[in-house]
């Protein structure tokens, strides 16, 4: 099975909906071949040890999710997994998409940002910030008002600064999806029972990278409205390493330097501001306001 | 070196203001630290820290799934180069693999603070924002866990509390943990003996002095004047206030008669062992 996601063909034993397929049954190369295979247990022999179920080397991160299955990602290329007996394709699919395939992003040399990048105009804002934080319903939000989510979780930017568009898909809680009035019933669980869904989203033919013109780090805290505070010169390159997806992945793989880099060439181009909401409650016109007039006010 | 002290407590039982100390005397700077800058690890059920060593997202997980992991990611402190201190609101309990959450192996030792409950039900009640009858309740319910919710992302994972008798003893009875047990009261009327006795078996500094600024710095006037000068990020969102009134015995105002029956009903054997019964049952 054949499909593409982040500018790339990516060919697949275990079956993709997420992602967009590409038509084609045979395709001689795909940039990134996903198979179903052995992945030794125990680690990387030669590799560093950065978590208690997490190895890389220079070439591949190992990642277990016990009980799930074992990812083992190669070269930007490759990413093999062995499945736990009895592991339902779904729960496969959850960790292949993010960590397995965040981890490949970085290894073809992408600065990887947590977080949802949403088209304006010619440009793309993205959203990063904790999880929990509110920015996949900030991105829904933003979709229902008519702009369309370029990646949701994973953020991959090029050299150029560009952020590569992922796959037509939002993952959506349940809590959010009623205050989105979005209906859950129809909508596939993103594991067998859980509460988060999976939303897909209208995609626009041939949507491309899109220049980063703003990032905004969403927060939450005691205050009464919504606060925005603009992160200058010599700030923004903190916050954006910290909002890097899985920064312990880069330890290992050497590829500090690379992304310390483009985060440098990143923050010297954006707009950055630091966007807090009142915690417990979550007014989300409120919080949308603010954020187009602030990208409508620095272009 | 590495491994974890554990700052356990029920929730409202003074653990911030131990922790206040311990970063004030971690420090041992000239000024008190503010309350949103205390420095003393995490607290174990924060879904960062689990992401952040595991590699993938707890988010993606059911809450028992997500406890079954939660040894291994407190035994990869063991790695640290530095003793870890960390808050942490759990019972002490087990997986279901029968391995403590807080695993043995990286567990170097647990503080326990434990506070009258017919005090902790008012505090409690106002951050929780409930009424009394129903915090009450709670307090003796043994399901009772906080971030329950499913339906959409906490920033901390769920814990496991109990009720509060069950949680103190799952805590001081835990076999072969290294436990001190620190009474709410006694840290409010004897400070020198009982904040001492803490850091000695923290391993931190005992120099008097040293102990007495950081007791100074962290008074409950203090800690309360920041939050009300400022505001306090720990604060629930709909309760006024995160610090109260910092002291012991204040339930004689705020619970009726039905009201210190049934806490005594439910907590009585384990207040008598602290204390808070004398000898005839009655609070003291």
Not at chain 1, 105 to 115: A, E, S, T
Not at chain 1, 249 to 261: T, Y
Not at chain 2, 216 to 239: N, Y
Request: glycine share 8%.
């Amino acid at each position: 099975m054949h499909y593409t996601a982040y500018q790339l063909s990516i060919r697949s034993d275990i079956a993709l909906p997420e992602l967009l397929s590409d038509g084609a049954d045979q395709v001689a190369t795909a940039d990134v071949d996903i198979r179903l295979a052995k992945v030794a247990a125990g680690g990387l022999a030669d590799g560093q040890q950065l978590g208690p179920f997490l190895w890389a080397d220079r070439q591949s991160l190992w990642l277990q999710v016990p009980r799930v299955a074992r990812f083992l990602v190669q070269g930007g290329h490759t990413i093999l997994i062995d499945p736990e007996p009895g592991i339902d394709e779904d729960s496969l699919r959850v960790f292949l998409l993010g960590s397995a395939l965040g981890a490949l992003l970085f290894q073809r040399g992408h600065l990887v940002l947590h977080g949802n990048a949403v088209r304006i105009g010619g440009q793309c804002m993205v959203c990063v910030g904790p999880s929990g934080a509110g920015k996949s319903t900030l991105a829904t939000g933003l979709m229902q008002r008519g702009h369309d989510i370029l990646a949701d979780d994973v953020v991959p930017v090029n050299a150029a600064c560009h952020a590569l568009p992922g796959f037509p898909r939002i993952k959506l809680w349940q809590d959010m999806a009623e205050r989105l009035h979005i209906d859950t019933a129809r909508l596939c669980r993103i594991r067998p029972g859980s509460e988060k869904f999976s939303l897909p989203v209208a995609r626009p033919a041939g949507l491309s990278a899109l220049p980063i013109r703003w990032i905004y780090i969403l927060g939450s805290d005691q205050g009464d409205s919504v606060r925005l505070e603009p992160v200058d010169g010599l700030q923004r390159f903190r916050p954006l390493h910290d909002n890097t997806y899985r920064v312990r992945f880069l330890e290992g793989m050497a590829l500090k330097a690379e992304h310390l880099q483009l985060c440098g060439r990143l923050a010297g181009r954006i707009r950055l501001a630091r966007v807090t909401r009142p915690k417990g409650r979550f007014d989300l016109d409120a919080l949308i306001d603010p954020l187009l007039a602030d990208m409508a006010a620095h272009p | 070196m590495g491994g974890i002290y554990w700052l356990a407590s029920y929730p409202k039982s003074g653990n911030t203001w131990f922790r206040s100390f311990l970063h004030n005397l971690v420090t041992d700077a000239d000024t008190p630290a503010f309350i949103d800058d205390l420095r003393t690890g995490q607290i174990a059920s924060s879904r960062s820290w689990l992401d952040e060593v595991l590699g993938f997202d707890s988010a993606e997980l059911d809450a028992d799934e997500v406890d079954r992991l939660r040894p291994a990611v407190y035994r990869w402190s063991l790695r640290d180069a530095q003793i870890g201190y960390h808050k942490i609101h759990d019972a002490y309990t087990h997986t279901v693999d029968g391995e403590p959450l807080v695993s043995r192996e990286a567990t170097r030792g647990a503080i326990y603070i434990v506070r009258n409950p017919l005090d902790v039900a008012p505090s409690a009640a106002n951050h929780w924002q409930l009424d009394l009858d129903a915090t009450i309740a709670r307090m003796g319910r043994h399901d009772m866990a906080l971030a329950t919710s499913r339906s959409r992302l906490l920033e901390q994972v769920r814990q496991r509390l109990l009720s509060w008798s069950a949680h103190v003893l799952s805590w001081v009875d835990a076999p072969g943990l290294p436990c001190v047990v620190l009474r709410y009261e006694d840290m409010l009327d004897q400070p020198l003996d009982s904040f001492t006795r803490a850091a000695g078996f923290l391993e931190l500094p005992q120099d008097r002095s040293r102990i007495e600024k950081a007791i100074r710095f962290s008074d409950f006037k203090l800690l309360s004047q920041q939050e009300a000068d400022k505001g306090f990020r720990e604060r629930p969102p709909r309760a006024a206030r995160f610090f109260r009134l910092g002291t012991s015995g204040a339930w004689r105002q705020a619970l009726g008669p039905a009201q210190i029956q049934r806490i005594i009903a439910d907590h009585g054997a384990v207040m008598r062992r602290f204390g808070y019964l004398d000898s005839d049952g009655r609070p003291i």
